[in-house]
T-cell receptor
């Protein structure tokens, strides 16, 4: 059965800290891994990683895909209170159905 | 513009009511999705429409009935729901169902549903 596991499940840090969120997966014929940020309601897209694009960066956020270890990390440097959210990892597999398998999410709280 | 619009934002209904959730996108996307999200849980896929045809039904009870009248619009008709169906219902869309670099699923803000 396809599975995506995130760790830690929750994290509390102070502004300015650097955090690393983890996502590991067991998915048949992996195609892509996506990171989303969910604050109040809608998950908003952060990054997509594939075999041809294993590292992405945008401002203070960066993500790396390790296809050998079947995992990805999301790094946030110089955290701000606005980074407080649930970070979701989702993986797409072989069937080309558009189906994404989501991890449980990591709840990040950044204190002033 | 990557906007997916869902209405209503909140909905309270009784177990005998019939109601509908609406989702709209104007990005020219040909795949649309319904997800259900319970508190502190990840989104769970319910239905996928590809080119206005139902392509995935994740064994969802028949009290949930999806409809895709055209490529921009997706509805979810609700009838005889149970209190355990209370959740956030998210709609998403993407160019199509291929899982490629350019094919991101964009989510709407959701409808918070309470069944009394």
């Amino acid at each position: 059965e396809d599975k995506v596991v995130q760790s830690p499940l929750s994290l509390v840090v102070h502004e300015g800290d650097t955090v690393t969120l983890n996502c590991s997966y067991e998915v048949t014929n992996f195609r892509s891994l996506l990171w989303y940020k969910q604050e109040k309601k809608a998950p908003t897209f952060l990054f997509m990683l594939t075999s041809s694009g294993i590292e992405k960066k945008s401002g203070r956020l960066s993500s790396i895909l390790d296809k050998k270890e079947l995992s990805s990390i999301l790094n946030i440097t110089a955290t701000q209170t606005g980074d407080s959210a649930i970070y979701l990892c989702a993986v797409g597999g072989s069937s080309n159905t558009g189906k994404l398998i989501f991890g449980q999410g990591t709840t990040l709280q950044v204190k002033p | 513009d990557t906007e997916v619009t869902q209405t209503p934002k909140h909905l309270v209904m009784g177990m005998t009511n019939k109601k509908s959730l609406k989702c709209e996108q104007h990005m020219g996307h040909r795949a649309m999705y319904w997800y259900k999200q319970k508190a502190k849980k990840p989104p769970e896929l319910m239905f996928v429409y590809s080119y206005e045809k139902l392509s995935i039904n994740e064994s969802v009870p028949s009290r949930f009935s999806p409809e895709c009248p055209n490529s921009s619009l997706l509805n979810l008709h609700l009838h005889a729901l149970q209190p355990e169906d209370s959740a956030l219902y998210l709609c998403a869309s993407s160019q199509d169902i291929q899982l490629t670099v350019k094919n991101i699923q964009y989510f709407g803000a959701g409808t918070r549903l309470s069944v009394l």
